[in-house]
């Protein structure tokens, strides 16, 4: 009888500690469904790759570099036009009006002082843009004045149509205009330019008095060589 209490006892002891066992053993916690995502922070010596999938932001500092060719747009830029007839100067000294110059001509006879030649400054080249003349014959026919004219180096003659004749004892006076586009260096010596009349069987007084107009412009390097 003694043997079977010890026997229940024992039994009741046994159960007592697996109840408490049981207890004191945690449960593993199960999130509900739809719970808020988990939030998990790195240090940075221990980054965790992310991939961006649709719209973001990044903060802090984002190094970027290059791949392939940038291409740079220009936008809000007024538009620059010319009106008709205007063309663009590279720079303002090339102005035709700030450069105008003017050169007198005349033949050997009867000119007043006017010299059948001139020289040009060194460093400048003269654009001669109309030549407009007055010239006057007696017994005989004049074809018209040529104009020789130095440009790199070489004389080149230039002639002016202006066809008068007269008899012996009469004076016939013709005068000209004629638009041109010669070029003719400074610095020459002996002159830039000369005038001489083109003659047919004058034996009278003759003479032709030209008014050269254009614009110089400024020669780098210097022509000819200083």
């Known amino acids: 009888?003694?043997?079977?209490?010890?026997?229940?006892?024992?039994?009741?002891?046994?159960?007592?500690?697996?109840?408490?066992?049981?207890?004191?053993?945690?449960?593993?916690?199960?999130?509900a469904a739809g719970s808020a995502p988990v939030t998990v922070v790195n240090t940075a010596a221990e980054p965790v790759p992310v991939a961006l999938h649709g719209t973001?932001?990044?903060?802090?500092?984002?190094?970027?570099a290059q791949s392939g060719a940038w291409t740079v747009g220009i936008s809000s830029v007024p538009a620059v036009q010319l009106a008709g007839g205007t063309g663009l100067?590279?720079?303002?000294?090339?102005n035709p009006a700030r450069t105008a110059h003017v050169v007198e001509l005349c033949t050997d006879d009867d000119c007043n002082g006017v010299p059948a030649s001139a020289t040009l400054p060194v460093g400048m080249r003269y654009v001669i843009e109309q030549a407009s003349g007055r010239c006057e014959v007696s017994g005989g026919t004049l074809d018209?004045?040529?104009?020789?004219?130095?440009?790199?180096?070489?004389?080149?003659?230039?002639?002016?149509?202006?066809?008068?004749?007269?008899p012996d004892g009469e004076t016939t006076i013709g005068y000209f205009f004629q638009e041109t586009h010669i070029y003719v260096d400074g610095g020459i010596p002996g002159g830039s330019l000369r005038i001489e009349l083109l003659?047919?069987?004058?034996?009278?007084?003759?003479?032709c008095r030209v008014t050269?107009?254009?614009?110089?412009?400024?020669?780098?390097?210097?022509?000819p060589a200083q």
């Open 199 to 207: 003659l047919h069987g004058l034996s009278g007084r003759r003479f």
């Open 144 to 166: 018209g004045v040529r104009l020789a004219a130095a440009l790199n180096g070489n004389t080149h003659l230039y002639a002016f149509k202006n066809q008068i004749s007269a």
């Open 89 to 94: 100067l590279v720079a303002d000294v090339d």
């Open 56 to 64: 973001g932001s990044v903060a802090g500092t984002v190094n970027a």
């Open 1 to 31: 009888m003694r043997f079977t209490k010890q026997f229940a006892a024992t039994v009741m002891l046994v159960a007592v500690a697996g109840l408490m066992i049981s207890v004191a053993s945690p449960t593993p916690a199960r999130g």
């Open 212 to 223: 050269l107009s254009g614009h110089l412009v400024s020669t780098a390097p210097i022509f």
